[in-house]
């Protein structure tokens, strides 16, 4: 059984993502509660950002805005967000379904951008140049975080991916179940402002393969 998270669980700023983390916790934790004898389902969660040019996020609304000639709304240049597609996030999900063993939370390696970078590689294809900022609404993050401070003391690097652990899990039970398991301590958090930056010439493929402009 998989819990499909996202960043909005982690550090809630609102209902809605107090609402997610509260998702997380039941699954991860109904594993505790199941007798496996008689239950043997496994019972973890993902947790990835927003997809890559999904319904309502930036780039279609830019897009359509560009269409219409209308001014482009950007909250905040610095705002960053990790990228991920939805054959990325499809691939994922499969990929801990193959290798979860229950009460883990999974969170891919992630690529970021920032609404500077989109909207310059937007005014690049669609030859424009119409901006308004209209600054960052309430509830909403100027980052995303996929790993807050607190959770890297139990975050690990395992194969492609990241992963937190059950705090009670020793170090037997960690190199039996996952070979080559590695502590993740890289950064204080796992950011989309510290994480790796999507290049130009990635976005524009990217979004060129979205079909919408």
């Known amino acids: 059984a998989v819990c499909i998270g996202t960043d909005k669980a982690v550090s809630p700023l609102n209902t809605y993502g107090a609402t997610k983390l509260l998702m997380e916790k039941l699954f991860v934790n109904a594993q505790q509660y199941s007798n496996p004898k008689i239950h043997p389902t496994k019972f973890f969660a993902v947790r990835y950002g927003n997809v890559f040019g999904s319904s309502g996020s930036v780039i279609p609304r830019f897009i359509e ?10 909250t ?3 705002m960053t967000r990790f990228s991920i597609t939805m054959d990325q996030a499809l691939d994922f999900i499969l990929k ?3 290798i979860g063993n229950g009460t883990e939370i999974f969170i891919p390696k992630l690529k970021s951008y920032s609404l500077e970078q989109i909207y310059k590689v937007l005014s690049e294809l669609a030859e424009t140049k119409n901006e308004k900022i209209i600054g960052v609404r309430p509830g909403e993050k100027l980052h995303e975080l996929l790993i807050n401070f607190d959770e890297m003391r139990y975050s690990w690097e395992y194969d492609d991916l990241y992963m937190i652990l059950n705090w009670e899990f020793d170090e037997k039970y960690r190199t039996e179940n996952y070979p080559g398991i590695k502590k993740f301590d890289s950064f204080e958090t796992y950011s989309s402002n510290n994480a790796e930056p999507l290049s130009d010439s990635d976005l524009k493929n990217y979004i060129n393969s979205l079909g919408l402009l």
Do not use: C
């Open 76 to 78: 905040d240049k610095s």
């Open 96 to 98: 801990a379904t193959e």
């Open 65 to 74: 805005q560009i269409k219409k000639q209308e001014e482009i709304t950007i």
